[in-house]
């Protein structure tokens, strides 16, 4: 029961992580909690709804539910949910910081945008359910009592492939570098030449992109929905500030241990309380660590 | 016409319940600057305790007391302000957006708590047989609805009254002196963090005295009550009527409800049933752009803090 | 800012509403009456259950086109004034004392989150002595503590029906260990409570509830704890959205295809989300006789209409609805709510003639109530009948999927289902 709670947690976690990486970035490196996030994940799994509309799943490969083009609608989707979040910035956050808003008045606007965005869905889409594919799988046995489905083995694999590249690219890339220069100090960073606005849209677009891989991951299991992203906000903002704002390890491990909490505790608690976990999980960390696991102290 | 006067009586009362939410936020926001994004949960608690301590005893309630309304809205106030003080000791100290989604994540405990606590609550079934002050004498609903916004109408001016010599008072320049210079606020001398618990307590409590107030109105609660949408319109009231000043909060409540109630209206009298849950869908977008140009074009809302009260900061 | 800035706000609202509201001006006279008679509706139009309400919104206009087409009421037509509630208790209070004061409609059907339905039941109908008819909201609170002073009828069976005939199909099919999921709702929470009472006296035992809460991304937390004591079958209870992960994620964490079902799963949306070939051994249960002349002749007029199929929680529930309230307005003598909730109860008077569902059985049943003569009426669900409480309790039917088409078993009458309540009550 436990293995398998554990394994169960560690799912949720990647995807939660996965979103939470971009609202950790917005966080430290954007400065403000972008409440709007979360549609960016709803967003990037209805366009890759709309690829797959057109090209269809394709034909199971091996032991997946799926074919090559539901990766390239994955594809697809992140670079028109980057461009999206990027637009989002245009339209609205940029001319916010350009005028000097309090810090709090975007965290306002994005609950706006937020709204805004969850009802275009709604407009364009209708408010029921889709499916990417009508396959069902079902579990193997990858440890003694611990069942997963193929799937889900291969998203956490993408998942870790992903982190891994997002470390490299952040570590020797010149704007992954400017980035994280950006994430410990924005004042520092512009007087060491560091283009903010070059940056802070490379945020926006990888924030965008990893947001519509995880939004995708979601609605693989089963379906995707106006209301996917934003039953996920509150879970994704635990990861994020559970970890530490903009660290990258911290986003992945605050998922982690988000998602682990979710399952293990249905195992001890009410599952009516299950909602809750993230938060306890929260208070406690931030009670004894209050800038995060990894996070910096101001 | 009668029919219209009824409806506006009874819309003003919801207003003016929303209104003292929005005068409690405004001291924790704009006073303050602090973020509380669990204003439902106050709200909650506020709600559950008037419901408990007024509503007459009877089967499956294990707390019901059916004591007078006043003493409901005493203890609603009492608790809430409880709540808001250890909620705080443990949240107070956080940077603004955490704060933000600490108070969000206690909103929603509090409500998954109003949920699965039923023997308390009534759960899922909501809380029915909560009294309504004088309903019986008074007869006719309109009435009571007048009656009831007399009462309120009382109760606001009370809480403006009051606010508004806290805010003027060397307490509430300590409050501003904080959020607007933090480090210079505690050079001299002034405990930052007991000041902000302060002001997020006294806010709380005006929350839960809204709930007190709702309960009391409306005689039936459940959970559906307090969805996090409810705290998303309470901050549109606060940033659209003008934050830090207290006629702008209550201004930004009356705008911002008859906005939501007038698209209401307006959706069901131009848009054919068949395209009806589309209406519904512009009208939320309607809502998050309102709040997003506000935020763009008046960033001080419709009317902005006093400038006398920071003279020496930057004119706006 | 002054008051008086306030004060022109505050007249400038008062306008716009005043404006919104003369909509309907230019009224006729028929019988007496002011033309057009309003109905009032709420419905949450948005909201996470808006993908249900849409078809149930369509049901309610489909009910009034047929009053309509069928003579209206009292010589006038009939106008149905939508509202949304969004699902959020503020809104659709505030749309009821919209709707009662300003609209004056003397009758309102809705709505479908009892969080809604209580307290517009509790602050504006009852009190305005205003009858409410509502499809979907299940609370027992409203009926059965007297706040309602009798105003409010749903025309969805109570939840107990439904639950004992569940317990008793599980029993007869051998099912002796079966663990419940449900969701965490009034609805969820009173069917548990009934499978509860009567499975273990008819012979089943359960080996878990687990509760959830809706909309979540993943459900495997709770699929594994009702997984835990290896039951050899699952009751599930909620919602087809939910639902569909829940079913996905019980078998393919190598649960039991033998699937209790609530009446909501009785849709191809769920059939089809799952996956048909997976469910060949789940079935079902529906209360009320969804069959039967009256119920096709709906469901034929409702896929001419709109082009798909009625199935869907509430479309049923909602068209006798309002087919109740535009009968009852005819018989009522005079369209105030009291005499209109007195009516009510005179729509399936004892040994009335038979009337049904369409225009030209409405038009019928015009002609027999001006005549005086008694009515009983069949509906969409079948015959419909309100008890002291405004409830309906009815006979159930066992339905199952077999290659992805839903169809009846076999039902369960309405003796049958006395002898099972008198079974497991004593």
Same mark, same amino acid.
Request: proline share 4%; glycine share 12%.
């Given at each position: ?298 | ?316 | ?26 009224? /006729? ?112 609170? $409203? ?20 639950? $004992? ?184 008077? /004892? ?10 059985? $409405? ?22 009948? $309100? ?40």
């Amino acid at each position: 029961m436990l293995g398998q709670a554990i394994a169960d947690g560690v799912l949720t976690g990647a995807i939660i992580a996965l979103g939470a990486i971009g609202v950790s970035f917005g966080l430290q490196i954007l400065r403000f909690a972008n409440f709007a996030h979360s549609e960016l994940l709803t967003w990037g799994a209805y366009i890759a709804l709309v690829v797959v509309a057109f090209a269809g799943p394709g034909t199971p490969t091996g032991p997946l539910s799926f074919g090559w083009q539901m990766m390239a609608a994955m594809a697809v989707a992140a670079v028109l949910t980057g461009l999206l979040a990027w637009v989002m910035d245009q339209l609205v956050f940029r001319r916010l910081r350009n005028q000097g808003a309090h810090p709090l008045s975007l965290v306002f606007a994005a609950f706006g945008a937020a709204l805004v965005m969850r009802y275009v869905v709604v407009l364009i889409w209708g408010p029921g359910t889709h499916f990417y594919t009508r396959e069902l799988q079902f579990a193997v046995e990858v440890l003694p009592g611990i069942r997963m489905l193929p799937d889900q083995i291969f998203v956490l694999a993408l998942t870790l492939a992903v982190v891994v590249a997002l470390h490299l690219f952040l570590t020797y890339s010149r704007t992954g570098m400017a980035m994280r220069a950006m994430a410990e100090s924005p004042a520092l960073a512009k007087v060491c030449g560091v283009n903010v606005e070059g940056v802070t849209r490379w945020t926006w677009i990888l924030s965008g992109a990893l947001a519509a891989v995880a939004g995708t991951f979601l609605g693989l299991s089963p379906q995707v929905h106006p209301e996917m992203g934003f039953s996920l906000l509150l879970s994704l903002f635990a990861a994020a500030i559970l970890g530490g704002a903009g660290s990258l390890p911290g986003a992945v491990i605050g998922g982690l241990l988000v998602g682990l909490a979710e399952n293990v505790s249905v195992l001890f608690v009410d599952p009516g309380y299950k909602g809750a976990m993230p938060f306890l999980l929260l208070l406690a960390v931030l009670f004894v660590r209050p800038q995060g696991l990894f996070g910096e102290k101001q | 016409m009668i029919g219209l006067v009824s409806y506006l009586v009874f819309f003003l009362c919801i207003v003016l319940i929303l209104g003292v939410i929005t005068l409690g936020l405004n001291l924790q926001w704009g006073s303050t600057g602090l973020f509380n994004a669990g204003i439902v949960g106050f709200y909650a608690i506020g709600a559950y305790t008037h419901a408990i301590v007024t509503a007459a005893p009877k089967a499956g309630m294990i707390a019901n007391m059916g004591l007078p309304w006043i003493a409901g809205v005493v203890a609603a106030m009492a608790a809430t302000a409880l709540v808001a003080w250890i909620v705080g000791l443990a949240t107070i100290r956080l940077r603004g957006d955490y704060l933000a989604v600490a108070t969000f994540g206690i909103a929603t405990t509090i409500q998954l708590l109003t949920h699965n606590l039923e023997p308390l609550t009534g759960g899922s079934h909501g809380f029915s047989g909560i009294p309504r002050p004088l309903f019986d004498v008074l007869g006719s609903p309109f009435a009571f609805n007048l009656f009831y916004l007399g009462l309120l109408a009382c109760v606001v001016a009370l809480v403006y009254w009051a606010l508004e010599r806290m805010v003027r008072s060397p307490w509430g320049r300590v409050l501003r002196a904080i959020r607007e210079d933090e480090t210079a606020a505690v050079a001299l001398g002034k405990s930052a963090t007991r000041f902000r618990l302060e002001a997020f307590v006294v806010g709380s409590t005006l929350m839960g005295l809204a709930g007190a107030l709702y309960v009391s109105f409306i005689g039936f609660v459940s959970p559906f009550d307090f969805v996090p949408i409810l705290t998303f319109q309470i901050w549109a009231m606060v940033i659209i009527g003008g934050s830090g000043n207290n006629r702008g909060a209550l201004l930004g409540a009356l705008v911002v409800w008859t906005i939501w109630a007038a698209t209401g209206i307006a959706v069901t009298k131009f848009v054919p049933v068949a395209y009806a849950a589309q209406g519904g869908a512009v009208q939320v977008i309607l809502i998050g752009l309102l709040l997003v140009l506000a935020l763009l074009f008046r960033p001080r809302g419709l009317i902005g803090e006093a400038a006398q009260v920071s003279r020496h900061a930057e004119k706006g | 800012m002054s008051v008086h800035k306030m004060l022109a706000a505050l007249a400038g609202g008062v306008a716009l509403t005043a404006l919104l509201s003369v909509g309907g001006a230019g009224t /006729a006279q028929a019988q007496g009456v002011a033309c057009p008679v309003k109905i009032g509706g709420i419905l949450p139009l948005t909201g996470s259950m808006a993908p249900i309400t849409k078809k149930i919104a369509e049901s309610a206009q489909l009910a009034v086109e047929h009053i309509n087409a069928g003579g209206g009421v009292k010589g006038c037509p009939v106008q149905l004034v939508l509202r949304d509630d969004q699902g959020q208790p503020t809104v659709g209070v505030d749309a009821a004392k919209y709707l009662v004061e300003v609209e004056r409609v003397p009758a309102i059907t809705g709505t479908i989150s009892s969080g809604v339905t209580g307290p517009i039941i509790a602050s504006v109908t009852a009190p305005s002595r205003v009858v409410q008819i509502s499809c979907c909201s299940t609370a027992s609170a $409203f009926t059965l503590d007297g706040r309602s002073q009798g105003y409010f009828f749903r025309t969805l069976p109570t939840s107990k029906t439904q639950a $004992f005939a569940t317990a008793s199909e599980i029993a007869k099919r051998g099912l002796k260990k079966t663990a419940i999921i449900y969701v965490n709702t009034d609805f969820g929470i009173d069917m548990t409570r009934f499978v509860k009472e009567a499975l273990p006296k008819l012979g089943g035992e359960i080996t878990a509830e687990v509760a959830y809460n809706d909309n979540q991304p993943s459900y495997r937390a709770e699929v594994q704890r009702a997984l835990a004591a290896r039951p050899e079958s699952l009751l599930l209870i909620g919602f087809p959205k939910d639902a569909v992960t829940i079913v996905r994620e019980w078998l393919s964490l190598g649960g039991s295809p033998k699937i209790a079902l609530n009446n909501s799963m009785r849709v191809k949306d769920f059939v089809d989300g799952v996956g048909a070939r997976f469910l060949n051994e789940a079935f079902g249960m529906d209360n009320a006789q969804v069959q039967g002349p009256t119920v096709d002749a709906f469901n034929q007029a409702f896929l001419a209409k709109f082009g798909y199929d009625s199935q869907g929680p509430g479309v049923h529930t909602q068209y006798d609805a309002v087919m109740a309230i535009g009968l009852a307005m005819n018989i009522a003598k005079d369209l105030t709510g009291p005499s209109i909730k007195d009516a009510v109860r005179q729509i399936h008077a /004892a040994g009335g003639a038979t009337v049904g569902t369409g225009p030209d059985e $409405f038009r019928k049943a015009v002609g027999l109530i001006r005549e005086g003569k008694a009515i009983k009426y069949h509906g969409a669900t079948g015959p419909l009948e $309100f008890d002291a409480n405004g409830d309906v309790t009815g006979p159930a039917l066992v339905w199952k999927i077999t290659n992805g088409e839903i169809l009846v078993d076999y039902t369960i009458s309405i003796e049958e289902m006395q002898a099972l309540f008198k079974k497991v009550e004593g």
